[in-house]
């Protein structure tokens, strides 16, 4: 085999120049920023942000023209795919991203923290997540992920000053090489089995009869604890309070929102294209991990007085209603598709969602000073838009209708009722008990917001800058909008990974 | 359990062929550290052993060990050594390249640049925001 290798000739991979477009675009205004930032150093700072900005909008522009174009294409022998779940999440990564820079702006220039070289890890960062979203192969999904990973952990240590954020820095950094590493282990596995790194060859391998060996379930297993640890799914969840506290809060934004959801990108895609027949093993594993996420989540948010620890646990507690229709993905092809569907669509919503809650939690931090629930009491008497924005943000991801946390909630109970499984009623039994007790904590936040006498004196109305008052704006538009008129978001989620079709 | 698993696997039947098999590691695990002890004893036997105070520092024929061994490094050493992955993994993929080179072209001559610039604006970056200079 080898041998064979050397004596043919090198043929020059066929690339679909559109297809690979946005990355392109993406990478070169990365390189930019480091090379104006070579150039010019200290006098490039001011430009940094915005040049950002509009690198992520010029990187939307060859995905809407592939939007339009709408043809699945497979480059690469089938290891990076342009597909409509793939467009769809890349759509997400890059809205996320573009909201984390409005929210960063001031954030980063108030601290004095090194600027150029932020918004240029933030754009690697964002670089691994859209070509997670492509990733079809065990290796492509593996250097995305690193390529996602090690730039966020510069991030989270980016107060450089604050023992805080290093020790945030360092817990991320460890458990997140410690997944790695588990998941690396389990793709090995994987690989020594089938024999190929491609999911859709692993996938013909376990429909040839290699489902049945126990070293695939146990590269099943490693490679789904991985990337629950990526996704903060409980038991894999104990990094998360501490790094979300302790990283700058824009970045902590960034990570709850937009790196949680590459990891059930590839999640997604490795259990739907890799390894779908063998649903009688993750299918179990995801039930615990969604109902342990959902209680333990939800439980330990009730007793937190720090806000960002509190958004950390409802993460938690939220990735567990993500993650639900994953458990009964495998019952039948038509389940599989609605699962993914309610899947995205979660993710585009509490997407929306979170990052508003996070732009209102920054705006009112820089006021109090404290990131304690109860320095935002009476926060209506200084800051009225901001209250009214963090009430619809809470309340939407509680669940309430209109808003698009509900339709989000909504598509997941829906396909664990018509799963026809009694596990699958059984979550559900435990989604709704669990979303009745994230009310209440949601409910308290905004009841002291609204309600109580604030502890300062200060009644003057809060400064609002420009780049918050349009994150605010985009996130609270579009939490309205899919909740108003669910059908927007559904028929952009309506996605297949499954290639049997139904 | 660790049998039935290896019986599944291998098609082996009985204890004595799975044991039988096991002992082609035991026998090779003996006879290395049979060589290895043999190799030494013949040699500590053979040697003159003649002692002197110069002998027992730690890297004979580096530089002498000072102070304390939990003394702290200079951070710039840290800079430096992440400078060395940098270019160290850049030469593990240009070798290959470079050993194929006429067979890739110019496509491959293109692609290696790239690669080559963005690593480049690394080092260009640690030059330029002073981390190459020892203060």
């Known amino acids: ?502 | 359990m660790a049998l039935l698993i290896y019986q599944r696997e291998t098609g082996l039947k009985t204890m004595s062929e799975f044991l039988r098999n096991w002992l082609t590691v035991l026998i090779f695990g003996g006879v290395g550290i049979l060589l290895v002890s043999v190799f030494l004893g013949l040699g500590s036997l053979l040697r003159p052993s003649r002692d002197t105070p110069q002998k027992r520092i730690n890297y004979e024929s580096g530089v002498d060990p000072q102070g304390d061994m939990w003394s702290q490094a200079n951070i710039r050493y840290y800079v430096f050594a992440l400078m060395f992955v940098l270019f160290d993994v850049e030469a593990v993929f240009i070798f290959p390249w470079a050993a194929r080179l006429e067979v890739y072209g110019l496509f491959g001559l293109v692609e290696m640049f790239i690669f080559i610039f963005i690593l480049a604006l690394g080092l260009l970056y640690a030059w330029r925001k002073r981390l190459l200079r020892w203060v």
């Not at chain 1, 294409?73 to 759509?91: C, E, H, I, P, Q």
């Not at chain 1, 104990?238 to 790094?243: E, F, G, H, K």
């Not at chain 1, 538009?477 to 989620?493: C, D, E, H, M, S």
């Open chain 1, 1 to 502: 085999m080898s041998t064979n290798l050397l004596i043919v000739a090198f043929e020059r991979p066929a690339i679909d120049w559109h297809a690979v477009a946005p990355e392109i675009v993406l990478l070169s205004v990365g390189v930019l920023i480091t090379l104006l930032d070579i150039l010019f150093l200290e006098k490039a700072r001011p430009y940094m942000a915005a040049l950002s900005g509009l690198g992520i909008l010029a990187t939307a522009i060859p995905l809407l023209t592939l939007g339009i174009d709408g043809t699945e294409r497979v480059l690469f022998d089938g290891a990076y795919v342009v597909d409509n779940f793939s467009l769809v999440l890349k759509a997400i990564f890059l809205l996320a991203g573009y909201v984390v820079i409005l929210l960063s702006t001031n954030y980063i220039v108030d601290g004095d923290y090194w600027e150029s070289e932020y918004y240029g890890l933030l754009l690697a960062s964002l670089m691994g997540m859209i070509m997670m979203a492509s990733s079809r192969d065990l290796i492509s999904v593996f250097v995305a992920l690193e390529l996602l990973s090690i730039p966020a952990y510069l991030m989270v240590a980016w107060r450089k000053r604050d023992p805080k954020s290093n020790e945030a820095g360092l817990k991320y950094y460890l458990m997140g090489v410690f997944a790695s590493a588990v998941m690396l282990y389990g793709m090995s596995l994987l690989f020594g089995v089938s024999g190929t790194t491609v999911l859709s060859e692993i996938a013909d391998s376990i429909d040839a009869g290699n489902g049945s060996s126990s070293v695939m379930t146990l590269g099943i297993v490693f490679v789904v604890a991985g990337f629950a640890f990526k996704v903060s799914a409980v038991p894999f969840h104990t990094w998360a309070p501490d790094v979300y506290e302790g990283a700058p809060t824009p970045v902590t934004a960034f990570l709850s929102v937009a790196s949680k959801a590459a990891g059930f990108v590839a999640l997604l895609a490795l259990i739907f294209v890799g390894f779908y027949e063998l649903s009688n093993i993750w299918e179990p594993l995801i039930w615990i991990l969604a109902a342990l996420s959902m209680t333990v989540g939800n439980l330990v948010a009730l007793r937190q007085t720090n806000i960002v620890r509190l958004m950390a646990y409802s993460g938690v507690a939220q990735t567990g209603f993500m993650i639900a229709p994953l458990a009964v993905a495998g019952h039948s092809l038509s389940t599989g598709n609605q699962a993914l569907s309610a899947i995205v669509t979660y993710l585009a919503i509490y997407a929306a969602m979170n990052l508003g809650a996070f732009a209102v939690i920054i705006t009112l931090a820089r006021r109090t000073g404290s990131a304690e629930i109860d320095s935002f009491s009476g926060a209506f008497h200084f800051a009225p838009g901001l209250t009214v924005a963090m009430t619809i943000f809470l309340f939407s991801l509680a669940g309430i209708p209109p808003l698009g946390g509900w339709f989000a909630k909504f598509e997941v109970f829906r396909v664990l009722a018509t799963s026809g499984e009694t596990w699958g009623y059984l979550l559900a039994v435990v989604a709704a008990i669990n979303s009745v007790i994230a009310l209440f904590y949601y409910a308290t936040i905004a009841r002291k917001m609204w309600a109580d006498d604030p502890s300062e004196k200060d009644l003057n109305n809060i400064e609002v800058t420009p780049s918050l008052v349009s994150a605010l704006a985009i996130c609270v538009l579009v939490t309205l909008l899919f909740g108003i008129f669910p059908q927007l978001v559904a028929r952009f989620t309506e996605v297949s990974l499954l290639a049997f079709g139904v």
